[in-house]
T-cell receptor, first 117, second 114 residues
Framework: EAGVAQSPRYKIIEKRQSVAFWCNPI?????LYWYQQILGQGPKLLIQ????????DSQLPKDRFSAERLKGVDSTLKIQPAKLEDSAVYLC???????????????FGQGTRLTVV | AQSVTQLGSHVSVSEGALVLLRCNYS??????LFWYVQYPNQGLQLLLK??????LVKGINGFEAEFKKSETSFHLTKPSAHMSDAAEYFC????????????FGSGTRLLVRP
């Protein structure tokens, strides 16, 4: 089965520019996650979708970050304008179901490494 | 609030030696706990998870972890390290609410010496 696809793999932009990342989850997975992983830290959840509805976006900096999941399939994460501290790897993940007891797991893409200069 | 603490940002072992990566959690209710592995330039891969069934959980690649409520710990072990085990390991706890949000520790980098 195909895994979670993310693009681009790498992106370098200047501060105050905008950038967008794309994620295509595993087919049939209802839950989609975007994580931010700053160098030397664990991933931090930015936003979680169940189908095309937002379940949790409490740690999404909404003044500059936005995300959408149209039609409940693929998703885009946008940053506008970017700051130096946004330099990180942005990971997308998907799972069949929210509940870990349903014997599902979150599958992660390879991530997009963003460098803001 | 739930959180996890991973003791030791780097752990170095010899090939064939025991691997022990430590994780302590903080939770007001019984949590779900996870260990993920991340190889360079890769996404995270689930090693094992605890969801309130057996306290000793066996995962992939010979890893296992034991949930100890009295010690609020979920340490990851492997009897004999292989060179291929060199990677970064993350412990995570899941919130017991409608989102089951994963909260990750800061990670432990495992180095395996020949």
């Amino acid at each position: 089965e195909a895994g979670v696809a993310q693009s681009p793999r790498y992106k370098i932009i200047e501060k105050r520019q905008s950038v967008a990342f794309w994620c295509n989850p595993i087919s049939g997975h209802a839950t989609l996650y975007w994580y931010q992983q700053i160098l030397g830290q664990g991933p931090k959840l930015l936003i979680q979708f169940q189908n095309n509805g937002v379940v949790d976006d409490s740690q999404l900096p909404k003044d500059r970050f936005s995300a959408e999941r149209l039609k409940g399939v693929d998703s885009t994460l946008k940053i506008q304008p970017a700051k130096l501290e946004d330099s990180a790897v942005y990971l997308c993940a998907s799972s069949l179901d929210l509940d870990p007891r349903m014997n599902t797991e979150a599958f992660f893409g390879q991530g997009t490494r963003l460098t803001v200069v | 609030a739930q959180s996890v603490t991973q003791l030791g940002s780097h752990v170095s072992v010899s090939e064939g030696a025991l691997v022990l990566l430590r994780c302590n959690y903080s939770s007001s209710v019984p949590p779900y706990l996870f260990w993920y592995v991340q190889y360079p330039n890769q996404g995270l891969q689930l090693l094992l998870k605890y969801t309130s069934a057996a306290t000793l959980v066996k995962g992939i690649n010979g890893f296992e972890a034991e949930f100890k409520k009295s010690e609020t710990s979920f340490h990851l072990t492997k009897p004999s390290a292989h060179m291929s085990d060199a990677a970064e390991y993350f412990c995570a706890v899941s919130r017991m609410d409608s989102s089951y949000k994963l909260i990750f520790g800061s990670g432990t980098r495992l180095l395996v010496r020949p």
